[in-house]
């Protein structure tokens, strides 16, 4: 089955900064990539998507690029705030089913 | 998300006790999952359903069943073998997978089980 792994586990960055969360993949047939923000004791809310036709998708200061090729994608989070500070986890799913794999989730704190 | 729901927010479980877990889902999704939360750990998918009388055990199934009688609700039952349930469950829903409008995965608000 699907393997997704995510790095770092935990991430610090001073606020304005950048934050870049990567991830990998192992199975070639997934091909829809979410990225969940996940604030204590809340439910995951999705923050952006990308699909294996697209390689960058971008939504105000988040970013997602994927490389098929290398089997791995990226979350960027730009001029990051206070309120960015969640823990945000990667998945992988197949087109043809509906099993989503996910990764074991980032910790990030903005330092005000 | 405010589509799917899950009650109760707690839940307390005695020794040798089964509770049932409720989630439902009024966005007509045919696929529905289960998920189980440990303190800084990542999600691990317990069941999931993609269509109504139809489930497949997830990575940790042991100790936990499901059933899908109706497309919108799957309820999960934690059994007196599952002898560590304490964690944040999770249940989502997403469309049936190839539709065009995609299969974005959505999440209840969870349910924190406690043992006694």
């Known amino acids: 089955g699907e393997n997704v792994e995510q790095h770092p586990s935990t991430l610090s960055v001073q606020e304005g900064d950048s934050a870049v969360i990567k991830c990998t993949y192992s199975?070639?047939?997934?091909?829809?990539f979410p990225w969940y923000k996940q604030e204590l004791g809340k439910r995951p809310q999705l923050i952006i998507d990308?699909?294996?036709?697209?390689g960058e998708k971008k939504d105000q200061r988040i970013a997602v690029t994927l490389n098929k090729t290398a089997k791995h994608f990226s979350l960027h989070i730009t001029e990051t705030q206070p309120e960015d500070s969640a823990v945000y986890f990667c998945?992988?799913?197949?087109?043809?089913?509906?099993?989503?794999?996910f990764g074991t989730g980032t910790s990030l704190t903005v330092i005000p | 998300d405010g589509g799917i729901t899950q009650s109760p927010k707690y839940l307390f479980r005695k020794e040798g006790q089964n509770v049932t877990l409720s989630c439902e889902q009024n966005?007509?999704?045919?696929?529905m999952y289960w998920y189980r939360q440990d303190p800084g750990q990542g999600l691990r998918l317990i069941y999931y359903?993609?269509?109504?009388?139809?489930?497949q055990k997830g990575d940790i199934a042991e100790g936990y069943s499901v059933s899908r009688e109706k497309k919108e609700s799957f309820p999960l039952t934690v059994t007196s073998a599952q002898k560590n349930p304490t964690a944040f469950y999770l249940c989502?829903?997403?469309?049936?997978?190839?539709?065009?409008?995609?299969?974005?995965?959505?999440f209840g608000p969870g349910t924190r089980l406690l043992v006694l």
């Open positions: 998945a992988a799913s197949p087109d043809t089913g509906n099993q989503f794999y």
């Open positions: 199975d070639s047939a997934s091909n829809y």
């Open positions: 966005l007509n999704h045919d696929a």
């Open positions: 990308i699909r294996s036709n697209v």
């Open positions: 989502a829903s997403s469309p049936r997978a190839g539709l065009a409008i995609g299969k974005t995965q959505y």
């Open positions: 359903s993609q269509i109504v009388n139809d489930f």
